[in-house]
């Protein structure tokens, strides 16, 4: 064998050993990076005080002791809904849970882009969950009841009905907020003819509040500032929101509207393709901790999904209905929601907000 090709054998194998290191570096570099990637959940959520919330006594001190970083995925309900649908045919997409309201994760469910919830990966197999609010297809979080909040410095009687808020008297008063565009047009509905199930004669009695003067606000957070500041003295809201409202200071008071308190739900729903399921199943399971819902409740003033957790009375008190209220409780019609939803906030940006 001439030198020259045993020098070239030699080096065919030492080539050969390089390529093999290297796809074995390559193999283990891919393990550890998926490794990673387990450990991390994706949350779609609104931002705001909700997303400090989760932060504060979910993600921090539940998931971060266990190794599992939460990254956010902020934007309004509209356009996470849009990004789910246009991910869904993926095999991957880039969110693991999407926090929304209840029609949203119904219209979501309808659309094929949610993963059903496998019970038995949640504690006690789901059966702490509150069964007026439990899905098959979401792990409720909060819910609560939409109530009127109003200044009582500036509205000496309380009160009593949605149709309070057309007195001509303050209706350049009244604070109107653009993200909840479904829940005042139902609250408009049910004092003009309509229905949970008919939103249509809702828009013009809207219409009429607006010429009346009444103010558009951005968001739920430039409302409780408005409200402080007294520009704002009534408003449609959640009654959770109220209770936080007071806990920072906004002067108000809340009053229960005789046509019916309409039910809230904030829950999470786990993408199809979500890439990190056992992250996703361990944020959900996070959230239901007695220490959690309790801090939603003092924090946020919701009622939680854990029928199992006691609340402190002073919790208890400020944040739960009376028996009449319940009585007159109004689910809405998710069904009517996801059929006319995009019409409606088509009118609302094109019609009510002109």
């Not at 000496?156 to 653009?178: C, E, F, M, Q, R």
């Not at 606000?217 to 409200?227: D, I, R, S, Y």
């Not at 199809?272 to 361990?282: C, F, V």
């Not at 957790?309 to 319940?326: G, H, K, L, M, N």
């Amino acid at each position: 064998m001439t030198r020259r090709l045993l020098d070239a054998r030699i080096n065919r194998r030492g080539a050969l050993k390089g390529i093999g290191a290297a796809a074995i570096v390559s193999a283990l570099s891919g393990r550890e990076a998926a490794a990673q990637a387990g450990r991390r959940v994706v949350v779609g959520t609104w931002g705001g005080d909700y997303q400090n919330l989760l932060t504060q006594h979910i993600a921090d001190p539940i998931l971060r002791p266990q190794g599992i970083e939460t990254l956010w995925d902020v934007g309004n309900e509209p356009p996470r809904k849009t990004k789910m649908l246009a991910e869904r045919r993926l095999p991957r997409g880039t969110v693991d849970i999407q926090c929304l309201s209840g029609p949203a994760g119904f219209e979501m469910n309808q659309a094929g882009a949610l993963e059903p919830i496998d019970w038995s990966k949640i504690r006690d197999n789901g059966n702490t969950i509150v069964p007026e609010v439990k899905t098959t297809y979401s792990i409720p979080h909060i819910f609560t009841g939409r109530v009127i909040l109003y200044n009582p410095s500036k509205i000496t009687t309380p009160p009593t009905s949605y149709n309070d808020l057309w007195n001509p008297a303050i209706a350049n008063k009244v604070g109107i907020i653009d993200i909840q565009y479904q829940t005042t047009l139902e609250s408009a509905a049910l004092i003009a003819g309509g229905s949970r199930s008919n939103y249509e004669p809702g828009k013009a009695k809207l219409l009429e509040l607006r010429r009346m003067g009444a103010q558009i606000v951005p968001t739920n957070e430039a409302m409780a500032q408005a409200l402080k500041n007294e520009e704002i003295w009534m408003c449609i809201m959640w009654k959770a929101r109220g209770v936080m409202w007071q806990n920072a200071g906004v002067p108000i008071q809340m009053a229960a509207p005789r046509e019916g308190v309409g039910l809230y739900i904030s829950e999470f729903c786990i993408a199809k393709n979500a890439p990190n399921k056992d992250a996703a199943y361990a944020f959900v399971n996070a959230s239901l901790e007695a220490s959690a819902q309790t801090g939603f409740a003092r924090s946020m003033g919701y009622n939680g999904s854990n029928r199992t957790v006691s609340y402190p009375e002073d919790i208890r008190s400020r944040i739960a209905f009376t028996a009449a209220e319940q009585a007159n409780m109004i689910m809405p019609d998710y069904e009517y929601l996801a059929r006319n939803d995009a019409q409606i906030r088509d009118w609302w940006d094109r019609v009510f907000k002109a």
